[in-house]
């Protein structure tokens, strides 16, 4: 069993093709994308500047829908037109799709909440009662074929603890706090600390783990920065300050993990029964959202993982927002979801989108960015949470899966019939300009027209 274990691990460092990766006491660090890497023999044989670079997805989650009224877009192109509640896109909408009308059908007529949430990436039917059963999501499958490509295969990431117990429907409260599934049985475990997706990221454990991850590796960072171009040595300087910058974050989180498990120790409680911030979680939720985006794109720009999922506000959140001037908590203020106190969590998460995004689209990959050869998807699990209707869910796609999806569109399907706005559909449509061909997946055979 270890062997294999090695084995599949010296096929997914092989597998970094165009990367190189920096070495310290007990650290691994990916570098991005750097074109004259191959250039001095280092790295992968084959030509930087001419293979393809790889895509990647991502699935962003906000629970409790939107602001109806207050979510749209019409036209194309440089005339395209977002609502109050998409503004923050603005500076991307050439590289974003706003889709209406699509739906989960599985996820209708069986109760709120968890019934609405437990299969939106998959598309399965799922139980209610003690044993949970749904089915693999779609960025799972990804993660399962191209995952092999990199030392990690998928990053499953969330900003609210989940919850335990049942909802009055008799669904597991389980569907509400996950939306990415390894099999029909069992949901992901997602990773809430960002000390320790931060970790995970570059390998890093042991001993030494408080220490400077760049600090460990700078002999060989000064090394090879002798070795590349004057513009590669300027990327590579850049990402190492990003690096730096999220490290600096990470080490007050890490200190106050650490002191969260002695006071869970000596009052003999778990550390998940204890509330934010005494579980050891950022007590504000902007720190936590933007420390997760930058490690989803630290994870990206190295290559160390083409599939993420981020649960930026889970179902039946109880996420609260003081800085916003809101006093309720995200569920409660969904059920008025026409006032201004509900915009303003709606407008606040798709900023967070908007944050990565661009973030990404600042690093280079050859001729294009990161952004250019990604998809990120963004939806909620219903429209309106004042009626918690979800005969359609709102949906934004940002990116090009490298020039293979057209952007810059609204797209409405709401009246093109119930078999022609399946989400599942979507899913087969993405995973086909992946390379991950399905007959069908969920309840959808064929793929979204026009997407």
């Not at 070495?23 to 250039?39: C, D, H, I, N, Q």
């Not at 977002?82 to 989960?104: M, R, Y």
């Not at 004042?386 to 934004?396: E, G, I, L, R, Y």
Request: net charge positive.
């Amino acid at each position: 069993m270890i062997n294999k274990r090695h084995d599949v691990r010296r096929k997914r460092e092989k597998a970094l093709s165009r990367r190189t990766l920096l070495r310290g006491a007990g650290v691994t660090m990916a570098l991005p994308w750097l074109e004259s890497l191959a250039g001095f023999g280092i790295g992968s044989a084959s030509a930087a500047t001419t293979a393809r670079q790889p895509q990647r997805f991502a699935v962003l989650f906000m629970g409790t829908g939107i602001s109806p009224g207050r979510w749209w877009a019409k036209g194309a192109g440089a005339g395209l037109e977002l609502s109050e509640s998409l503004a923050p896109l603005e500076p991307l909408k050439a590289k974003i799709n706003v889709i209406d009308g699509l739906f989960n059908k599985a996820a209708t007529g069986q109760g709120i909440h968890p019934a609405m949430t437990g299969n939106m990436l998959s598309g399965v039917p799922i139980r209610k009662g003690s044993i949970i059963q749904g089915g693999i999501t779609m960025d799972q499958v990804l993660a399962n074929r191209i995952g092999q490509e990199t030392l990690q295969p998928s990053m499953v990431l969330a900003c609210e603890r989940a919850m335990t117990g049942f909802h009055e429907s008799n669904f597991s409260n389980a569907y509400s706090s996950h939306i990415s599934w390894q099999s029909s049985e069992s949901p992901v475990p997602n990773e809430m600390y960002p000390s320790l997706a931060f970790d995970s990221l570059f390998e890093n454990g042991g001993r030494l783990r408080n220490t400077s991850v760049l600090d460990r590796v700078k002999d060989h960072a000064l090394a090879l920065s002798g070795k590349i171009s004057s513009t590669d040595k300027l990327k590579l300087d850049e990402y190492l300050a990003s690096v730096r910058e999220v490290e600096r974050s990470i080490e007050r989180m890490r200190t106050d993990k650490d002191k969260a498990e002695d006071r869970a120790r000596d009052a003999g409680r778990p550390l998940f029964a204890m509330k934010r911030p005494q579980d050891g979680l950022p007590e504000d939720i902007r720190d936590h959202i933007r420390l997760m985006c930058d490690i989803v794109a630290l994870g990206f720009q190295t290559d160390k993982t083409r599939v993420a999922s981020l649960l930026l506000a889970r179902d039946l959140s109880a996420l609260y927002y003081p800085f916003l001037g809101v006093s309720k908590q995200h569920h409660g203020a969904s059920h008025y979801d026409t006032e201004e106190d509900y915009q303003k969590i709606v407008h606040f998460q798709v900023s967070q989108l908007a944050n990565l995004a661009r973030r990404l689209d600042a690093m280079p990959e050859g001729e294009s960015t990161v952004l250019d050869n990604s998809c990120l998807l963004f939806l909620s699990n219903m429209w309106s949470g004042a009626k918690h209707d979800n005969k359609k869910v709102p949906v934004v796609t940002i990116g090009g899966l490298r020039g293979t999806l057209k952007t810059g569109r609204a797209l409405d399907y709401f009246e093109s019939g119930d078999d022609n706005r399946k989400l599942c559909s979507l899913y087969l449509s993405i995973m086909d300009r992946m390379g991950v061909e399905l007959a069908e997946f969920g309840d959808a055979k064929t793929r979204l027209a026009g997407f």
